[in-house]
């Protein structure tokens, strides 16, 4: 039933001019190499150049996590990660469509000579339009599933992240100075409990932790339309790379067991014998050594 909705959405007037984007990135999405692990868990690779990403599953029951890397040359190439929760349908619905219709934006023609301005624009726009579109969906299959969103597109020598949500973005610089991007968005951030409250829900802690309406312990995301309060407003930054030696993205499963200052020393000194993709791999498994309960999705871009 969810499937027939989904579809009956994609081929309405509105979206019909995507659907060949669509069509095209969902073969991309699926390159993705290896399943499971020894243990059985799910287990994702992707490695593209100086990109890599590796998703695992973690000691969760389920894997909600998803990521993706496109590479395509002068339009841009995009990063994202994405922590699902409360079912798989919000997104496995997101990753496909935002990227696609991100994809299909920037193929348009003269977009290799768009502004960083109409970039931001474009993006809050798509995410805006994906969000309202799942919505609609939802309201009418009965889901109650949501995301998290951290996406990147990198044009030239810039990098303009979006964030809804938990899962974190930094750079570490070329002599070696971290930068948080990101803001992480929790219910007991003092600037999300104060939009919280202003729009007329609450947060509160339930065996110790902070959630939106004793439910959520994200405060933006996209879907979850049973929950009040929820924002899918993204905050987005924009940085130059020419001083940056690379761009860290992780979902908070990785966050859960690593600070900044631990994560890029890691890499630093991992990267001196081994391959991005290893390095992505290794930072999964030992956030679950480290006591990380959740799907953990780390993506490392070098430049």
Same mark, same amino acid.
């Given at each position: 039933?969810?499937?027939?909705?989904?579809?009956?959405?994609?081929?309405?007037?509105?979206?019909? !001019?995507?659907?060949?984007?669509?069509?095209?990135?969902?073969?991309?999405?699926?390159?993705?190499?290896?399943?499971?692990?020894?243990?059985? #868990?799910?287990?994702?690779?992707?490695?593209?150049?100086?990109?890599?990403?590796?998703?695992?599953?973690?000691?969760?029951?389920?894997?909600?996590? =998803?990521?993706?890397?496109?590479?395509?040359?002068?339009?841009?190439?995009?990063?994202?990660?994405?922590?699902?929760?409360?079912?798989?349908?919000?997104?496995?619905?997101?990753?496909?469509?935002?990227?696609?219709?991100?994809?299909?934006?920037?193929?348009?023609?003269?977009?290799?000579?768009? #502004?960083?301005?109409?970039?931001?624009?474009?993006?809050?726009?798509?995410?805006?339009?994906?969000?309202?579109?799942?919505? #609609?969906?939802?309201?009418?299959?009965?889901? %109650?599933?949501?995301?998290?969103?951290?996406?990147?597109?990198? #044009?030239?020598?810039?990098?303009?992240?979006?964030?809804?949500?938990?899962?974190?973005?930094?750079?570490?610089?070329?002599?070696?100075?971290?930068?948080?991007?990101?803001?992480?968005?929790?219910?007991?951030?003092?600037?999300?409990? %104060?939009?919280?409250?202003?729009?007329?829900?609450?947060?509160?802690?339930?065996? !110790?932790?902070?959630?939106?309406?004793?439910?959520?312990?994200?405060? =933006?995301?996209?879907?979850?339309?049973?929950?009040?309060?929820?924002?899918?407003?993204?905050?987005?930054?924009? =940085?130059?790379?020419?001083?940056?030696?690379?761009?860290?993205?992780? !979902?908070?499963?990785?966050?859960?067991?690593? !600070?900044?200052?631990?994560?890029?020393?890691?890499?630093?000194?991992? =990267?001196?014998?081994?391959?991005?993709?290893?390095?992505?791999?290794?930072?999964?498994?030992?956030?679950?050594?480290?006591?990380?309960?959740?799907?953990?999705?780390?993506?490392?871009?070098?430049?």
């Amino acid at each position: 039933m969810v499937f027939m909705d989904c579809c009956s959405y994609l081929f309405d007037l509105r979206t019909l !001019t995507w659907g060949f984007g669509v069509l095209v990135t969902y073969y991309l999405f699926k390159k993705r190499s290896g399943k499971e692990d020894k243990s059985g #868990k799910v287990c994702w690779r992707m490695s593209k150049g100086l990109v890599a990403c590796v998703a695992y599953q973690g000691q969760r029951q389920t894997m909600e996590d =998803r990521m993706n890397i496109i590479r395509s040359g002068k339009v841009g190439d995009i990063y994202s990660v994405f922590d699902g929760h409360g079912g798989e349908f919000a997104v496995e619905f997101v990753e496909k469509m935002l990227i696609s219709r991100l994809l299909t934006r920037l193929y348009k023609p003269f977009s290799n000579g768009l #502004k960083g301005r109409y970039l931001q624009s474009m993006i809050r726009q798509e995410i805006a339009y994906v969000a309202n579109l799942l919505n #609609k969906i939802e309201d009418e299959s009965g889901e %109650k599933s949501g995301t998290t969103v951290c996406v990147t597109l990198k #044009k030239n020598d810039k990098i303009y992240i979006a964030n809804v949500g938990d899962s974190r973005a930094l750079v570490c610089t070329n002599d070696n100075k971290i930068i948080q991007i990101t803001r992480d968005h929790k219910p007991n951030d003092k600037l999300e409990r %104060k939009r919280i409250e202003k729009s007329g829900s609450y947060v509160k802690f339930v065996q !110790t932790i902070c959630r939106l309406e004793g439910i959520l312990s994200v405060s =933006r995301t996209l879907g979850d339309r049973q929950v009040g309060g929820v924002s899918n407003e993204p905050d987005i930054f924009v =940085r130059n790379t020419q001083d940056c030696k690379f761009l860290l993205m992780a !979902t908070d499963g990785f966050w859960d067991a690593f !600070t900044n200052e631990e994560a890029v020393e890691t890499i630093l000194q991992r =990267r001196k014998q081994f391959s991005l993709k290893n390095t992505c791999e290794f930072l999964t498994k030992m956030a679950e050594v480290y006591g990380s309960m959740d799907n953990i999705t780390v993506l490392i871009a070098e430049f």
